[in-house]
């Protein structure tokens, strides 16, 4: 045999080798990247599932409260619309809203046509403008009256 033409074919060999080598550990570095954005895509699906179930759990569910049925208010977020909340909620936001400026509980419950000359009658209503507030549909000025989010 022709030595130079063997030592053409060990070198062609040892190229193909190397080529081999590194398109073994390529396509192990690409089976590696499938894999993990095979991984990221479940991930992605479960977040999906949890943000589709959170939303529609943020709509008011029922509770229980000292054995007595209640309506939970949610909190304001993006995705939340006032529809969301019970209609006596979506009344007083309304009547808020609609306001020259910020007012008083007992303008609120003029509005509504409670009568606020009694005291138990008023409180449980500054009790929803407060939670109103706590969940962020609403703000409370330092003097006591209630405005719109901005």
């Given amino acids: 045999m022709d030595p130079e033409l063997l030592e053409r074919i060990t070198a062609r060999r040892a190229e193909l080798d190397e080529l081999e080598e590194e398109l073994a550990q390529r396509l192990a570095e690409v ?16 977040m999906s599932e949890q943000l589709t179930d959170e939303r529609a759990s943020a709509a008011p569910a029922p509770g ?6 209640v309506l939970l208010i949610p909190h304001r977020t993006s995705g939340v ?21 910020p007012v008083m509980a007992r303008q609120v419950g003029d509005a509504l046509g409670i009568d606020v000359t009694v005291r138990a009658k008023l409180e449980p209503l500054r009790g929803k403008l407060v939670r109103l507030v706590d969940r962020g549909w609403l703000r409370k000025l330092p003097d006591g009256r209630f405005t719109t989010r901005l």
């Fill in 31 to 46: 089976r590696a990247e499938r894999d993990e954005l095979a991984v990221a895509e479940r991930v992605l699906e479960r």
């Fill in 81 to 101: 619309e006032e529809t969301t909340l019970p209609p006596d909620y979506q009344r007083i936001l309304t009547v808020v809203g609609q306001a020259a400026g």
């Fill in 64 to 69: 229980q409260v000292g054995g007595r049925a």
